[in-house]
């Protein structure tokens, strides 16, 4: 099966994922008929699939053991996201298998597929939720009490997905086995497009943090409550966005998104008494970015006689891939370009543990996080045989 069909199977599975329905989260139904598209397609390929002690899947070719060389992606998405993201690495890595079988090979060492859960963070706000607790980088105990949209904790999703909570955390076993892990994914920019190529390999991903800011003020109705009467949370918190564009676009390289905003009690003639907002910061010296928001959320509060809490919720700093590993891609693959991302990985997580690598296969629309994400047929065919190439190497 192509990369091409593969992409157009997960499609129909991932029904609203690739109509940019809702966000993909970890456990959820719609999760599970992603998982068990993936086990269906593994086991196709005569693969062997356990799921870890946080719900990862690992998709075995023969015997689990060290010094593996390790392949995959994700599969959830964000809310109203594209059909590329995530996806692409992980029917890349069956149709890569599929192309050593094809040619006869049979790796040396250990081999898997891996699909991380929860890559986005769409469900508990934490992104690279599945290999952050496999690496140990998010702590069990903080993992276990996150709470989703609902108020339903990562503990209890998990039980319901047949985990076992007091396992949750850190799985040096599953970690210990992985030599290399090699990453395929969509470009989520115009690098590709501007270098002219079809396929690159990472070399550097910036640094990034999710931080909530919670603004409180006076509930109220909208029309018995003069203007000068008010403390309206709903003001800092447009002042605090409008802040952010401004003071990530006087630092180079620097990004500040607010992407979600929640009032409370959310109604059309109701003054809000709480507004939640979640601002995603990236690049550079992106704590002092964030300190330079947070000064002026506070200002803006205090302003309009409003309070603001700010809890930072994720935070990964800047990750350079092994550059031994990368050049030795590269080479392998006739010298294709290296490429930064503003984007996070599965292995940029893992790459402070494993020796990890990406590649990246050009996406002509430059748009990534909405429908109109995009790779050309013939560009996830190069990228699958890309990968194959890099793998039948690493598996010498
Ligand atoms: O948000 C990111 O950078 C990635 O898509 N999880
Ligand atoms: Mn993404
Ligand atoms: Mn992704
Ligand atoms: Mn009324």
Known sequence: MSAQALLDDIADVGRDRV?????????DAADRELREWFAEQAQRRGLDV????????????????PDAVVTGSHLDSVPGGGAFDGPLGVVSALVAVDELRGRGVTPAKPFAVVMFGEEEGGRFGVPC?????????????????????????????????????????PDPEALGRIGRFVELHVEQGRGLIDLGSPIAVGSTVI?????????SGQGNHAGATPMDDRRDPMLPAAETIAAARRLARAVPGARATVGRLVPNPG??????????????????????????????????????????????????????????????????????PA??????????????????????????????????????????????????????????
């Open 19 to 27: 109509r940019g329905g809702y966000s993909r989260h970890v456990f």
């Open 339 to 396: 490429l930064p991302t503003g984007a996070g990985h599965d292995a940029a997580i893992l790459s402070d543990h494993v020796q990890a690598a990406m590649l990246y296969v050009r996406n002509p629309t430059g748009v990534s996080h909405a429908p109109e994400e995009f790779a050309e047929a013939a560009d996830v065919a190069a990228g699958a045989g890309a990968l194959a190439r890099v793998l039948e190497h690493l598996c010498r």
């Open 129 to 169: 939720l599945g290999s952050r607790l496999l690496t140990g980088s998010l702590r069990a105990d903080a993992a276990l009490r996150l709470r989703d949209a609902d108020g339903v904790t990562f503990a209890e999703a998990a039980v319901s997905a047949g985990l076992d909570p007091d396992r949750i955390g």
């Open 267 to 336: 109604g059309t003639n109701v003054i809000a008494s709480t507004v939640d907002v979640w601002l995603d910061a990236r690049g550079g010296d992106v704590s002092s970015l964030v300190a330079d928001i947070e000064q002026a959320a506070r200002v803006a509060a205090a302003e309009e006689g409003c309070s603001v809490q700010v809890r930072q919720e994720s935070h990964s700093g800047e990750v350079e891939f092994d550059p031994g590993l990368r050049d030795e891609l590269a080479g392998l693959l006739g010298g294709v």
């Open 207 to 215: 640094a990034h943090g999710r931080w909530r800011f919670t603004f």
């Open 50 to 65: 356990e799921r870890d002690r946080n719900g990862n899947l690992w998709a075995w070719w023969g015997t689990p053991g």
